[in-house]
């Protein structure tokens, strides 16, 4: 019997299976599915019609589940580009209420903050902007009875971060004291389970201060963060205590602290792929000038690959000649890229690096001149006479260079100590010698009268030849 023949005459019923349910929620989950994905390809050709058909997507579960969650989620997002405010909280408020019990809490943690990453990103006026503070409050009053400490966190540390671009300092400051209060130990230290978010806190601090210009609270902050060693912390936020480390030595005039504080911000920055890489490479530039550093910046291989890149372009030929001592050129650079040196740092410091190089063009050209007019100098550098004055004043001051400035005349007049002294001791010398030769010289003709005596007296008496000569030798010292 062929398997075909034993198949037909097998009691059909022996081979039937009972499915229950089965087919049909799995119809059910295919149903939804399909819905979800077909809102999704509506959204940026209708963006109406997907808010309903995202909707529709929790009324079809028969109880709260992912696909429901999703829908939401994705319903929120594009509410929010639609400025529909009110819609949006309403639907956020559902949202939320998934996070107890339908999906895990893994889950609803990165949703929830790859949500509330995407509301911050796509705010683009003050109304949207403030919207944001009222996600962050809702997401605390909800995850605040869930116990859920990692997420109350980083949404906390998102509020704090609003409040930081804001201005908001007062509230800042309190609300960073109650987050270092949730990082710490019982001994009221710093938590090394929760490193990195204490990290993250002294990051905002240290911003908060530096931009109150509070260096001596800066400098304490600063240090307690370099002696976390708990955690491995993002780049993004070493970078940024490092540039605030940079910008707090650069107050205190401390050039060579700040150099190392700069490249490691931006060693920071560029691991973590933030374009911030590229003005933190800027202040590295601005110290190694001020430091008047021989060694090039670009010549590490972190920074290599940046030295063509045009963001920098100008900085970089900035650095060029002023290492060659190249005033002119280096005045033309900074005329002719006024929106590089846009930036309230640099243009706080570039003063300083102009100062040096204009210092020391100033030296090179009075060197040779013992008397020059202020008008002289200033067109020679091509700055106004207040600003050769000024110069001429901090090199005499700082015992650079050592002249009398005439105002009411417009003249300087060099005090070349060391030159005078040695002159003096020419003078003296000379005049040694002149003594010297006047005394040889009249010692000579004595000589030559006593001989010229001695030759007659042996004319006449043939006898005082010798005893003449030998007496006239004897006036000269042996040896």
């Given at each position: 019997m062929s398997d075909d023949d034993f198949m037909q005459e097998s009691d059909p019923e022996q081979y039937d299976f009972e499915y229950e349910d089965d087919e049909e929620e799995a119809t059910g989950d295919v149903d939804i599915e399909n819905k979800y994905y077909n809102a999704k390809q509506l959204k940026s050709t209708d963006p109406e019609l997907?808010?309903?058909?995202?909707?529709?997507?929790?009324?079809?579960?028969?109880?709260?589940?992912?696909w429901g969650f999703k829908a939401l989620k994705q319903a929120i997002k594009v509410?929010?580009?639609?400025?529909?405010?009110?819609?949006?909280?309403?639907?956020?408020?559902?949202?939320?209420?998934?996070?107890?019990?339908?999906?895990?809490?893994?889950?609803?943690e990165k949703s929830?903050?790859?949500?509330?990453?995407?509301v911050e990103k796509v705010a683009d006026d003050e109304t949207a902007r403030h919207q944001i503070e009222l996600f962050y409050s809702?997401?605390?009053?909800?995850?605040?009875?869930?116990?859920?400490?990692?997420l109350w966190l980083k949404t906390n540390l998102k509020l704090a971060r609003l409040w930081l671009s804001r201005g908001m300092f007062d509230e800042l400051a309190k609300k960073l004291r109650d987050l270092h209060r949730a990082c710490e130990d019982e001994e009221g230290n710093d938590d090394p389970a929760k490193g990195n978010y204490s990290l993250e806190i002294y990051a905002l601090e240290i911003q908060m201060y530096s931009a109150l210009k509070n260096n001596k609270r800066l400098k304490t902050l600063y240090m307690l963060a370099l002696r976390v060693r708990s955690a491995i912390p993002h780049p993004k936020v070493m970078g940024i205590i490092r540039e605030c480390g940079g910008k707090m030595h650069m107050s205190e005039e401390n050039w060579k602290e700040a150099q190392m504080d700069f490249f490691e911000a931006f060693r920071n920055y560029d691991e973590a792929g933030s374009l911030q890489?590229?003005?933190?490479?800027?202040?590295?530039?601005?110290?190694?000038?001020?430091?008047?550093?021989?060694?090039?910046?670009?010549d590490s291989p972190e920074t290599k690959p940046y030295k063509n890149d045009p963001r920098i372009a100008a900085m970089t030929e900035l650095v060029d000649v002023y290492q060659r001592d190249d005033l002119h050129r280096y005045e033309a650079i900074l005329q002719s890229n006024r929106d590089v040196f846009a930036d309230p740092f640099i243009a706080e410091n570039i003063d300083e690096v102009t100062r040096n190089i204009r210092s020391r063009a100033m030296l090179r050209l009075v060197k040779p001149y013992r008397s020059f007019?202020?008008?002289?100098?200033?067109?020679?550098?091509?700055?106004?006479?207040?600003?050769?004055r000024d110069i001429l004043c901090v090199l005499i001051i700082g015992g650079r260079y050592r002249a009398k400035i005439?105002?009411?005349?417009?003249?300087?007049?060099?005090?070349?100590?060391?030159?005078?002294a040695r002159w003096d001791s020419m003078r003296r010398w000379c005049g040694a010698l002149d003594s010297l030769a006047s005394?040889?010289?009249q010692e000579g003709d004595v000589l030559m009268r006593n001989t010229s005596g001695s030759s007659m007296s042996t004319g006449a008496s043939g006898s005082g030849g010798p005893s003449g000569l030998r007496m006239g030798v004897g006036h000269f010292p042996d040896g």
């Open positions: 997907a808010i309903e058909e995202f909707l529709e997507v929790p009324s079809l579960e028969p109880e709260k589940g992912d509410e929010f580009s639609l400025k529909r405010y009110d819609q949006v909280f309403e639907h956020y408020k559902e949202l939320l209420t998934y996070v107890k019990s339908a999906v895990t809490r893994n889950y609803s929830i903050n790859n949500l509330l990453d995407y809702q997401t605390l009053d909800s995850f605040y009875t869930t116990n859920n400490e990692r890489r590229i003005q933190v490479l800027k202040y590295l530039v601005l110290t190694t000038m001020l430091i008047e550093s021989d060694i090039n910046p670009f007019r202020l008008q002289f100098a200033a067109d020679r550098l091509g700055i106004t006479v207040n600003e050769a005439d105002e009411h005349l417009g003249t300087v007049e060099a005090e070349w100590s060391r030159d005078l005394r040889t010289l």
